[in-house]
């Protein structure tokens, strides 16, 4: 069975600043680890996959994830927050067969 | 590609009637989901289908809830007879063997 735990239901960011969304995950299997991004009233885009490949997995939008098997996370990071990121964020989990578990999800919130 | 299409993008219904919800996954894919997103419950998998064939129902609330293929190129969601707690964002996605979930805009259910 797999599982991912998001921490933070809100993360609120000043613009320009660091964004880091945090994932852990629990898997009995090699997992596919995703970021998902939705906007309001829209469906989810993925923004970035780990399917073992590079630990470091580098998305759209600038931004990246690093896959830590030691810490079992699997966090996303951005350098530079734009208002234009202030979505819900959802990290997800598949062992096989593309069947995705999501985490609860994480409203990000960029201030001026 | 058109991407996921659902439809409709909202419903409105009384208690009690039957609804059905559309989609068509995107060309190609043999992975069809059907999630549903409510503020209580985050996102749910309701059931999934590999090659037009139920794999996975177990995320079905109950009875009143089934969900049929009938060929590659679409999906129907009912539910019957409706309650106001089913109200949710019901999202369709597809995938393919790159382990990639697209996602439709989601039909948006309201009973009243």
């Known amino acids: 069975a797999q599982s991912v735990t998001q921490l933070g239901s809100h993360v609120s960011v000043s613009e320009g600043a660091l964004v880091l969304l945090r994932c852990n995950y629990s898997?009995?299997?090699?997992?596919?680890l995703f970021w998902y991004v939705q906007y309001p009233n829209q469906g989810l885009q993925l923004l970035l996959k780990y399917t073992s490949a590079a630990t470091l997995v580098k998305g759209i939008n600038g931004f990246e994830a690093e896959f830590k098997k030691s810490e079992t996370s699997f966090h996303l990071t951005k350098p530079s927050a734009h208002m234009s990121d202030a979505a819900e964020y959802f990290c997800?989990?598949?062992?096989?067969?593309?069947?995705?578990?999501f985490g609860t999800g994480t409203r990000l919130q960029v201030t001026l | 590609d058109a991407g996921v299409i659902q439809s409709p993008r909202h419903e409105v219904t009384e208690m009690g009637q039957e609804v059905t919800l559309r989609c068509k996954p995107i060309s190609g894919h043999d992975y069809l989901f059907w999630y549903r997103q409510t503020m209580m419950r985050g996102l749910e998998l309701l059931i999934y289908f590999n090659n037009n064939v139920p794999i996975d129902d177990s995320g079905m609330p109950e009875d009143r809830f089934s969900a049929k293929m009938p060929n590659a190129s679409f999906s129907t969601l009912k539910i019957q007879p409706s309650e106001p707690r089913d109200s949710a964002v019901y999202f369709c996605a597809s995938s393919g063997r790159t382990v990639k979930a697209f996602f439709g805009q989601g039909t948006r259910l309201t009973v009243v």
């Open positions: 997800a989990v598949t062992g096989t067969a593309s069947k995705l578990t």
């Open positions: 898997s009995s299997v090699p997992p596919y």
